[in-house]
């Protein structure tokens, strides 16, 4: 089982719909909760995080997780075509090192 | 704020030679840093985590004789690719942790062309 699952999509909605982007973690020890966005051929960029269990919003986006079901998801909010990207969701697990456990990341696409 | 920066962006070099990529955070003082690669369509790969002033933490399976790390300051960290080969052509990204957070932020990448 790997540490952080992502579905690799490809997943596709239409323009001003909410896209749900899933994540689950193994380590129950886990603490810190970063979604990344990241355009072809570009670099990861922090959307958000989340530490506590519940939901988290910034503007079109928000990030919702249950430590329960070590489940953590991002949703976003009218969809635009320049959302299109992969999304990497990532975990700071127990050990303490400062390292993050990315999942393989899902595509979003998002059609006009 | 949270800008870090990677040099150079792209290059190209011949098969034995060594490669030099620079990470440096503009506007804080990073006491980690780590180093990524990037294969094409695949996730980031954690290289090694580098701590201001002492030796790199490599991950397994990763040669530390052949990927060289040095943190020198709290702003600068430097990943020397030595006897590049073709196989190491990959993007390369830094990220860097501003004081004892959590939150990493991600240097633009470095694309390298083994010949």
């Known amino acids: 089982q790997k540490e952080v699952e992502q579905n690799s999509g490809p997943l596709s909605v239409p323009e001003g719909a909410i896209a749900s982007l899933n994540c689950t973690y193994s380590d129950r020890g886990s603490q810190s909760f970063f979604w990344y966005r990241q355009y072809s051929g570009k670099s990861p960029e922090l959307i958000m995080f989340i530490y506590s269990n519940g939901d988290k919003e910034d503007g079109r986006f928000t990030a919702q997780l249950n430590k329960a079901s070590q489940y953590v998801s991002l949703l976003i909010r009218d969809s635009q075509p320049s959302d299109s990207a992969t999304y990497l969701c990532a975990v700071h697990g127990s050990s303490n090192t400062g390292k993050l456990i990315f999942g393989q990341g899902t595509t979003l696409q998002v059609k006009p | 704020g949270a800008v870090v920066s990677q040099h150079p962006s792209w290059v190209i070099c011949k098969s034995g030679t060594s490669v030099k990529i620079e990470c440096r955070s503009l506007?804080?003082?990073?006491?980690?840093m780590f180093w990524y690669r990037q294969f094409p369509k695949q996730s980031l790969m954690l290289m090694a985590t580098?701590?201001?002033?002492?030796?790199?933490?490599?991950e397994q399976g990763v040669e530390k004789d052949k990927f060289l790390i040095n943190h020198a300051s709290l702003t600068l960290s430097t990943l020397t690719v030595t006897s590049a080969h073709p196989e190491d052509s990959s993007f390369y990204i830094c990220?860097?942790?501003?004081?004892?957070?959590?939150?990493?932020?991600f240097g633009p990448g470095t694309r390298l062309t083994v010949t």
């Open positions: 990220s860097a942790v501003e004081g004892w957070g959590y939150e990493q932020y």
């Open positions: 506007d804080f003082q990073a006491t980690t």
């Open positions: 580098s701590n201001e002033g002492s030796k790199a933490t490599y």
